[in-house]
């Protein structure tokens, strides 16, 4: 998983995508990483293309102009890098990044929460949600980028779940922070329950936050991390995006659940800690 070996950057040409260029940079200098970017395109791409509609070399062209455009992007944004890979490809954008994931290879996918599409889902981009609950490599996504340095980090803050598959993303979150030379905090959200049980739930609340500082503690002593833990309060969202502007991070690291279904609790959650925080979050 780490380090970072190869990036893909979804390309629509809308601002959110420009406003994360820097990023992306960043990202592939700091692993030495090889960049690939990738354009999905359909009809509206004709509209740049002098031929008729019935002309059989419209799909040529279609495609010429595509990679020609992607070409002056990607000119523009990373002058003088000249072995960055250039695809492009028709169809919905979701299915064209999973496509060249799988046959082009990827261990990193970054992009805005919301690019230059309308539709919506849960507030987040209809794309950026496709590639959350598609693709099984580690994805980047900021929808709140103003203020934020973009790199180096310098504070990196885990969300951690009830999930088994928290130790391993605690120690992706680890070696992230360990190879900017950042500090690491951990956050665990302790949900509560309705009004109407919390009565029932009062007694057993400081049982239930002793139990989960012991099992975070074992976590902490396989990864070999002394990573600070702070027990939160729910909703979730809102508590992680708290704690992250409390502890000044620059990067959110959350589990996307090897299911990726929505009735595991870290996926139900990751939209909404996607779309409230207040930096980059890279989910794994």
């Given amino acids: ?31 030495s990483a090889e960049l690939a ?19 059989p070399r419209l799909p040529r062209e279609a495609h010429d102009l595509a990679e020609q455009r992607l070409r002056d992007f990607v000119h523009k944004h990373f ?7 250039l695809f492009t490809g028709v169809g919905e954008p979701g299915n064209v990044i999973h ?11 970054m992009l805005p929460t919301h690019g ?3 539709v919506r889902r849960l507030l987040l981009g209809s794309v950026t949600a496709k590639v959350l609950h598609d693709m099984t490599v580690p994805v980047w996504t900021a929808s709140h980028l103003t203020g934020i340095a973009r790199g180096p980090y310098k504070s990196v803050l885990a969300a951690v779940d009830s999930s ?25 959200v302790l949900e509560t329950p309705p009004v109407d049980a919390e009565t029932a739930f009062g007694p057993y609340r400081e049982d239930m936050i002793a139990a989960e500082k012991e099992r975070v503690a074992g976590i902490k002593t396989r990864v070999g991390t002394d990573a600070p833990l702070a027990i939160l309060d729910s909703p979730v969202a809102a508590a992680i ?7 000044g991070t620059g990067l959110i690291v959350a589990g996307r659940g090897r ?26």
């Fill in 37 to 55: 970017v990738v354009h999905a395109y359909g009809p509206e791409t004709l509209a740049f293309s002098p031929l008729p509609i019935t002309d």
């Fill in 99 to 109: 496509d060249i994931v799988q046959h082009q290879g990827a261990d990193l996918v």
């Fill in 164 to 188: 088994e598959e928290a130790e391993t993303m605690v120690r992706a979150a680890s070696a992230f922070a360990a190879s900017y030379g950042a500090r690491l905090s951990l956050a665990y």
């Fill in 116 to 118: 230059r599409g309308p």
């Fill in 79 to 85: 002058p003088g890098q000249l072995d960055i890979g």
């Fill in 259 to 284: 299911t990726q279904n929505t009735f595991s609790r870290m996926w139900s959650h990751l939209y909404p800690i996607v779309r409230h925080a207040p930096c980059p979050v890279l989910s794994m």
């Fill in 241 to 247: 995006a708290e704690e992250a502007r409390r502890v």
């Fill in 1 to 31: 998983m780490l380090p970072f070996r190869k990036i893909l950057f979804p390309v629509d040409y809308s601002e959110p995508c420009v406003a994360i260029a820097p990023y992306v940079q960043d990202m592939q200098r700091h692993f």
